[in-house]
């Protein structure tokens, strides 16, 4: 691999681009010709994606909020987009921090919602959402909230989080908001659709029917 990041117009902000030649190596010990390849770095590389959930007369009700991303609304081709979506909650884990303390962080940031770094439970095991540009990984928790305690959300600061608009609604509405394309947030589904499992391995058979899947993000 020849590293060309200095040549790179993209460094030094929130994100870096990363410029290098790689050689591609086959089964049976053939090489590729070198080319080049652009990916994306961060500092605070992973995030966490957060279902606060809570039972309603027997439904399973979980909270959404509205967020503005500059890319989809900025693309350059069709379909346009305003650039509005509405997702669970995330955010990054900073260098060094626990993902269970950012879980815990981001939801009273994006929610107002407090809870322990100890209630976060994990919701089936990280993927990478983006791995032809970028090696961040998406860590899922839930956490049982009880909805009368949510307060104003402590946000991080950022013009892009103040004054988001929070809803809840019932894990099967916001699926079908998704079917419907209301909800286009990749990592929102994933999550719904989890959480939506491990509700039903619930009813069936208590907390000790889980998916195979459950506790099994490392």
């Known amino acids: 691999m020849?590293?060309?990041?200095?040549?790179a117009a993209a460094t030094g902000g929130f994100v870096n681009l990363k410029r290098v030649d790689l050689v591609a190596r086959y089964p049976g010990g053939a090489e590729s010709s070198a080319f080049a390849y652009d990916l994306v770095t961060r500092a605070a590389l992973d995030a966490v994606?957060?279902?606060?959930?809570?039972?309603?007369g027997g439904v399973r009700c979980v909270f959404?909020?509205?967020a503005v991303r500059p890319p989809v609304a900025l693309r350059p081709i069709p379909p346009e987009h305003e650039g509005g979506l509405w997702e669970l909650p995330a955010g990054?884990?900073?260098?060094?921090e626990p993902p269970e303390e950012a879980a815990a962080r981001e939801l009273e940031e994006e929610l107002g919602l407090h809870a322990e770094p100890t209630d976060m439970h994990e919701l089936g095991p990280w993927t990478?959402?983006?791995p032809g540009i970028i090696g961040e990984r998406h860590l899922f928790f839930?956490?049982?909230?009880?909805?009368?305690?949510r307060r104003a959300p402590t946000e991080d600061g950022s013009a892009l989080e103040k004054g988001a608009s929070i809803v809840a609604v019932s894990v099967g509405n916001a699926l079908e908001h998704c079917r419907h394309g209301t909800i286009r947030d990749g990592k929102t589904e994933l999550a719904l659709r989890r959480l939506a499992e491990l509700d039903e391995h619930?009813?069936?058979?208590?907390?000790?029917?889980?998916?195979?899947?459950?506790?099994?993000?490392?």
């Open 202 to 218: 619930r009813k069936r058979g208590g907390f000790s029917g889980t998916p195979s899947w459950q506790g099994r993000s490392s």
């Open 2 to 7: 020849r590293d060309r990041t200095p040549t």
């Open 49 to 56: 994606v957060i279902a606060a959930h809570y039972l309603e």
């Open 142 to 149: 839930h956490v049982e909230v009880d909805p009368a305690s």
């Open 128 to 130: 990478f959402p983006a």
């Open 92 to 96: 990054l884990v900073e260098p060094d």
């Open 64 to 66: 959404l909020r509205t």
